[in-house]
């Protein structure tokens, strides 16, 4: 069976870095995209990053470009997100997904067949 779990969030200042891991099993992550979406509390789902299953070419919202990277670790069958000059708004439920549809980046959430539970981010003072 495909899993799909997310790890690495907690508590950080602002300004402060964290990394994001997503561990699958049932699922060689470097055959598929993988993506990180957030959501806050009353707030819409928001598109972070992708790294595509073939080329390995990434994209990343605009709220976090220059701030997060995407990276994929085929041997340990990982893929991380790591944050830097993390800001309150970043505040939210990170989730991992796995598309097995379309291999490049950037599709719609609805693309991804495979979730995790989330990982928790807050920043805060």
């Known amino acids: 069976q495909v899993q799909v779990v997310e790890s690495g969030g907690g508590l950080v200042q602002p300004g402060g870095s964290l990394r994001l891991s997503c561990a699958a099993s049932g699922i060689a992550l470097n055959y598929y995209k993988t993506g990180w979406f957030r959501q806050a509390p009353g707030k819409e789902r928001e598109d972070i990053s992708c790294?595509?299953?073939?080329?390995?070419?990434?994209t990343y919202g605009d709220s976090v470009k220059g701030r997060f990277t995407i990276s994929r670790d085929s041997a340990k069958n990982m893929v991380y997100l790591q944050m830097n000059n993390l800001k309150p708004e970043d505040t939210a439920v990170y989730y991992c997904a796995v598309d097995q549809t379309y291999n490049y980046c950037p599709t719609a959430a609805e693309t991804y067949g495979f979730w995790g539970q989330g990982t928790q981010v807050t920043v805060s003072s």
């Open positions: 790294i595509s299953a073939n080329d390995d070419s990434t």
